[in-house]
């Protein structure tokens, strides 16, 4: 399984970005996939999940009701819509995936991840 995630960079606070995973290498129908962030000097944290079969999704309280993951089966690509952004989600954003379930992957460990993409929003 291949994982690239691609679409992260500045912003102002208040402002919106997308974030993109292209996935290969796997049956991506009976997957989960997620996005975590890291930011300096802290623990890499769970923001999204979402089932690809089903469209159940999960989200950490500190991103619910701002972001919004979703995926494109065409495309195989996972997306975390993020909007109303605040400088206290500037990390590395990563995307994640395991056939394991919605559970697997929000309390981890995770078997397949990304490269990272840099979040900056500045005040």
């Known amino acids: 399984v291949q994982l690239q995630a691609s679409g992260g960079g500045l912003v102002q606070a208040g402002g919106s970005l997308r974030l993109s995973c292209a996935a290969s290498g796997g049956a991506f129908s009976s997957y989960t996939m997620g996005w975590f962030r890291q930011s300096p000097g802290k623990e890499r944290e769970f923001v999204a999940a979402?089932?690809?079969?089903?469209?159940?999704?999960y989200y950490a309280d500190s991103v619910k009701g701002r972001f919004t993951i979703s995926t494109d089966n065409a495309s195989n690509t996972v997306y975390l819509q993020m909007n109303s952004l605040k400088p206290e989600d500037t990390a590395v954003y990563y995307c994640?995936?395991?056939?394991?379930?919605?559970?697997?992957?929000?309390?981890?460990?995770?078997?397949?991840w990304g490269q990272g993409t840099q979040v900056t929003v500045s005040s």
């Open positions: 994640a995936a395991d056939s394991r379930g919605l559970y697997t992957v929000v309390a981890g460990p995770v078997a397949f």
């Open positions: 979402i089932s690809w079969s089903g469209g159940t999704t």
